[in-house]
């Protein structure tokens, strides 16, 4: 066992060799830095992801907002079968506002018993319409109501599609 | 990508709309100018353009292809003035039509006041109960009941009722105070479930 005096100067020394700057060798510092810079050890690689993660989330967000389109969502279509009774027909169009009044865009098909029919969406609003048979004859929907707003001299019907609780 | 492209070109030269190719070059640059100043009043441009289409499929003449664009816009503007600055293209061509039918602006105004919008139907149906031979008055009169609490649904199917008691020989003006009465019944006991009218 030490005596109190002995025992004091060693703690005197340890202390003062704890006290003594570690000096470090500056090649090695410089290796761990090159080292912690390298990609392969993931440390630096991962800063670009830690980073880049707001603007990957930015861009999944804009993506799922394209892809669900809000903006386009007016209001919903519904489809309406237009029917026209006409056993001597060659052909039958249905032209009217929904179409840009278009033959090409809304041949009716031919049924047994001559009945043409086709079905279109349309969405709320009122729209004028009519038959075209065989290219040159005009004829209004004998089931719907006549436009009486013609300004053309030829038969006209319209068909209007509601906006709430229809 | 490309109709994006296409539909940005024709939102900033409306004259490049491909359909008008249909008309004659006269009758395209004289429905183009109706068409813009109706843009810039703030009324539905697509309303004008179906009509000039229409003219020429039905191969209408230029003057009267104009003369329906015009009067068409003129038209909408004073159902605009009726149904106010927020009503939607589809109400105005309703609009539109009930005038022509023989309503008067202050129907039209009176109904957008009583009926939760869209008033679409209210004044399509005002409109074709006048195409099936029901007097304007007696037209307007009816909607201007039933609009506050009826549905569209329940709109529609009035005008069936009217237009089957006329089929089967009922005077328009009799057929629809009677399915008036009976509408009104089945209105007011929907209307104590929902009330999609207002106030």
Redesign the interface.
């Known amino acids: 066992m030490f005596e109190r005096q002995d025992e004091e100067d060693v703690v005197e020394r340890v202390i003062r060799e704890l006290r003594q700057p570690v000096s470090i060798d500056r090649a090695l510092d410089a290796r761990v830095m090159s080292e912690i810079a390298r990609p392969e050890t993931g440390l630096v690689a991962r800063r670009p992801l830690a980073r880049a993660w707001p603007w990957l989330a930015a861009a999944a967000v804009l993506a799922a907002v394209a892809l669900a389109r809000p903006w386009s969502r007016g209001p919903r279509p519904d489809a309406f079968q237009f029917v026209l009774v006409a056993p001597q027909a060659a052909s039958v169009a249905l ?1 009217g ?1 929904f179409n ?4 090409a865009r809304a041949p009716m098909h031919a049924a047994r018993g001559g009945v043409w029919a086709t079905m279109i969406p349309l969405a ?3 729209y ?1 319409y009519a038959f ?1 048979v065989n290219g040159v004859e ?1 004829r209004a929907d004998p089931g719907a ?5 013609d ?4 038969p ?1 019907s ?1 068909v ?1 599609v ?5 | 990508m490309i109709l994006t492209a296409l539909l940005l070109v024709i939102a900033q030269n409306p004259a490049q709309d491909p359909r008008y190719e249909r008309l004659d070059p006269e009758t395209r640059a004289r429905v183009v100018a109706i068409v813009d100043s109706a843009r810039l009043a703030g009324l539905p441009s697509e309303p004008l353009i179906h009509r000039a289409l229409e003219g020429a499929l039905k191969n209408a003449g230029r003057e009267r292809i104009v003369i329906a664009v015009h009067r068409l816009a003129a038209d909408l503007g004073t159902a605009r003035d009726a149904l106010g600055t927020k009503a939607t293209p589809p109400e105005l061509e309703a609009g539109v039509a009930a005038l022509r039918a023989g309503a008067t602006p202050a129907v039209l105004t009176r109904i957008r006041d009583v009926r939760r919008p869209p008033v679409t139907m209210a004044l399509a149906v005002l409109a074709d109960l006048v195409a099936s031979g029901v007097p304007a008055d007696s037209a307007a009169a009816a909607l201007l009941v039933l609009a506050p609490t009826a549905r569209d649904a329940d709109l529609v199917e009035f005008r069936h009722a009217v237009e089957r008691d006329i089929a089967l020989g009922a005077p328009p003006a009799a057929a629809t105070s009677v399915q008036l009465d009976a509408a009104s019944v089945k209105v007011d006991a929907n209307a104590r479930n929902a009330r999609p009218g207002k106030p």
Do not use: C, E, I, N
């Not at chain 1, 840009?100 to 033959?103: A, E, G, K, Q, V």
């Not at chain 1, 109501?145 to 707003?149: F, K, L, Y």
């Not at chain 1, 300004?151 to 030829?154: E, P």
């Not at chain 1, 509601?162 to 229809?166: K, N, Q, S, V």
């Open positions: 032209v506002d840009d009044w278009d033959p709320p609003g009122r004028r075209l005009w109501p006549t436009a009486r707003d300004d053309f001299g030829t006209s319209v209007t509601g906006g709430h609780g229809t």
